[in-house]
């Protein structure tokens, strides 16, 4: 059975939004779910919960096997998400100056995509962002910041399980990542860069389990940037550049 409960666009100022998905048949996970959303206005908090299978979240200009990024524009987001299921896909675009993230999935096969503030619209000069994971074979991808403008990041990751890959692009003045990793054959790539004098970026990895690939890559450019990583667990590779050129052979 497929509900289409999206095509929500709004333009006011101020918005609070809580929706709630289940599948609707008689097993748990056996939906077909859909959200799509254009919002833009100086705040909004927006909660979504959706449980099953092949749910989608995304843009008003997705389309059959195409979906295209939800719209959040404004100076003040909050974005709560919780997707528990497998296969179900979530993609997103944040224009914000201050924005607060928090996500959580339980369940595998399951596709992350957001950017927040891409065309540096605001600046995303405050963030805030939680990703929690549950599940294997899941695949995260996390930007933030595409110009040098972009500062103040606190982002946390903990993942639970195996098979998953994570991806983060992050351009900003003093971005703090915490990453918690318990559970074998996880990848990661990290790149992070900044410009000024005044903010390093700080990269913290917890990690247990084996046969685990990490490329982590600092490139602040006229400050320090900080690592530190604790792993327990056999076989795998780690591989880490700093360099304050901004530049970065590659792993």
Known sequence: MKEDFGLMKQKNNYLVISILMLASSSS??????EIYIDQSGATANIDIEQLGISNLIGGLG?????LTPLDLDGNVM??????????NKFFGDIWSDNFI?????????????IQVD?????????S????DVTGGSN???LNQGTTALAATLNLDWVIQGSNNTITSNINIDGATNYVDIDGSD?????????????????????????????????????????????????????????NDQGTGTGC
């Open 186 to 242: 996880n990848a990661l790539t990290y790149t992070g860069t900044g410009v000024t004098a005044s903010a390093g970026g700080y990269f913290y990895l917890d990690q247990t389990g084996g046969s685990r690939t990490f490329n982590i890559q600092q490139l602040s450019t006229q400050d320090n940037d900080w690592l530190k990583i604790i792993s327990v667990g056999s076989s795998g590779t780690l591989c880490v550049i700093q």
């Open 62 to 66: 997705s389309s059959a096997g195409s």
């Open 118 to 126: 891409p065309s540096n619209t605001y600046g995303a000069d405050s």
């Open 78 to 87: 909050t974005l709560d998400i919780n997707m528990i299921g497998a296969t």
């Open 139 to 141: 695949t995260f991808v």
């Open 101 to 113: 993230g928090d996500y959580n999935f339980i369940g595998s096969s399951n596709t992350f995509t």
């Open 128 to 131: 805030n962002q939680q990703v």
């Open 28 to 33: 748990l996970f056996a939906a077909d779910n």
